[in-house]
């Protein structure tokens, strides 16, 4: 069965322009989360998604990122305009139901770099 | 918020040793998860623990939901090379009121290095 999948693998790119990051979660899954990673912060969630609907969006950092779930199967995160302190890796991750307790499965990640 | 902590932050080990880490809250969680990350990749689920004092194998790993709810460990028998990688623990958060809301709580991973 196929994973997450998240695309682009790796993007940089000049400060100022505008990044797209997609993702495609598991076929049947209902819970879909951003999540950023950074060697000073860890793994940090940006928001999730419940049935295609945004839940939390409190770890959004700045009105610079936002995120859009238009169907089951796709969403992007898109920053604009990006700047150099938004590098980071950026996983994309899925859960069958909206149970917390089940666990959620990653993607592969896209590493994105803003000079 | 909730909070997890990991230790150790860092291990180096010799390849065919044995391996133990542990994940503690202040708070009470009702399922801890265990995580891997190899480089360049995503987290991957090792095992999912859901009741209190239960002991789960996973080949070599063997994880261990600790009775008060509030700890969890992950052991690993004789690594290989391939061991090596970032361990996380995590469980969902909950609000004030005990309620998980959907979110997982993650720990800051402990960095497992296996030399041969």
């Known amino acids: 069965d196929a994973g997450v999948i998240q695309s682009p693998r790796h993007e940089v790119t000049e400060m100022g322009q505008e990044v797209t990051l997609r993702c495609k979660p598991i076929?049947?899954?209902?819970?879909l989360f951003w999540y950023r990673q950074t060697m000073m912060r860890g793994l940090e969630l940006l928001i999730y998604f419940n049935n295609n609907v945004p839940i939390d969006d409190s770890g959004m950092p700045e009105d610079r990122f936002s995120a859009k779930m238009p169907n089951a199967s796709f969403s992007t995160l898109k920053i604009q305009p990006s700047e150099p302190r938004d590098s980071a890796v950026y996983f994309c991750a899925s859960r069958r139901t909206a149970n917390s307790n089940q666990p959620q499965h990653f993607g592969d990640g896209t590493r994105l770099s803003i000079l | 918020g909730q909070q997890l902590n990991q230790s150790p932050q860092s291990m180096f080990i010799q390849e065919g040793e044995d391996v133990s880490m542990n994940c503690t809250s202040s708070s009470i969680f009702n399922t801890w998860l265990w995580y891997k990350q190899d480089p360049g990749e995503g987290p991957v689920l090792l095992i999912a623990l859901y009741k209190a004092g239960e002991l789960t194998s996973n080949g070599r790993l063997t994880a261990q939901f600790g009775i008060t709810r509030k700890d969890s460990f992950l052991n690993i028998s004789a690594s290989i090379p391939s061991d090596v990688g970032i361990y996380f623990c995590?469980?969902?958060?909950?609000?004030?009121?005990?309620?998980?809301?959907?979110?997982?709580?993650f720990g800051q991973g402990t960095i497992l290095t296996v030399h041969p």
């Open positions: 995590a469980g969902p958060s909950a609000n004030a009121g005990g309620t998980s809301y959907g979110k997982l709580t």
């Open positions: 076929s049947g899954h209902n819970s």
